[in-house]
């Protein structure tokens, strides 16, 4: 079946504006994952979805940062008052809820902040 | 809390040489612990997974191996490629929640033709 796609690829938005990411995960997949990894750096975890649900927001930077995931499956990773500071790939993640919860990756969303 | 260490310098190998990378951890005993490849500008794939009862795990020419007493995972791939040049990372399950993954922060490999 198909892997995991995120959208769009790249976004390139105006510092202050809104931007909404896009995640589809694999299907039956019951975990989704946000991360944010800035340039050569490593993956920063932001938000942990089982099923419709946030159990885990813990690593989500600011309020400006929220996301929500419907019918367990689509989800979306939205920025507010975007700043240069938010500039970084925004990857996502899917798993079964068993374990080894080995997860699987989508190619990510370059985010870039002028 | 939790941390993880992997060495943030390239390591550059000959091809044909056999390639060590090295994860370390404190403050925690996980159950299991993963490495991943990541290739530029994409996304991490998984490779591999080892339990705490497991000392070794291979698959083709990777091998993992674990030592819950040194807190410290090694990732060796024989015969390497020029085709193996990526970060790998390594990941283990975070001390609140099972299912949720801590990741080290990856080490470049460069393999010379």
């Known amino acids: 079946g198909a892997g995991v796609s995120q959208s769009p690829s790249n976004k390139v938005t105006e510092k202050g504006k809104d931007v909404e990411l896009r995640c589809d995960p694999i299907s039956g997949h019951t975990a989704l994952y946000w991360y944010r990894q800035r340039l050569g750096q490593g993956l920063e975890f932001l938000i942990y979805?089982?099923?419709?649900?946030?159990?885990?927001k813990s690593g989500l930077p600011s309020d400006r940062f929220s996301a929500e995931r419907t019918g367990e499956s689509v989800s979306t990773l939205t920025i507010q008052r975007t700043q240069q500071e938010d500039s970084a790939v925004y990857l996502c993640?899917?798993?079964?809820?068993?374990?080894?919860?080995?997860?699987?990756f989508g190619p990510g969303t370059r985010l870039t902040v002028t | 809390s939790q941390k993880i260490e992997q060495n943030s310098e390239a390591l550059n190998i000959q091809e044909g040489k056999t390639a060590t990378l090295t994860c370390n951890y404190t403050?925690?005993?996980?159950?299991?612990l993963q490495w991943y490849r990541q290739d530029p500008g994409r996304g991490p794939v998984f490779l591999l997974l080892i339990r705490e009862n497991e000392k070794e795990k291979r698959k083709e020419r990777l091998k993992v191996t674990f030592d819950t007493t040194l807190k410290q995972s090694l990732f060796h791939i024989t015969a390497s490629q020029p085709a193996d040049s990526a970060t790998y990372l390594c990941?283990?399950?975070?001390?609140?929640?099972?299912?949720?993954?801590?990741f080290g922060s990856g080490t470049r490999l460069l393999v010379r033709p």
């Open positions: 979805f089982q099923g419709n649900s946030a159990p885990d």
């Open positions: 403050n925690y005993s996980p159950a299991y």
């Open positions: 990941a283990l399950e975070r001390m609140d929640s099972s299912y949720k993954l801590i």
């Open positions: 993640a899917s798993s079964s809820f068993q374990v080894p919860y080995e997860q699987y």
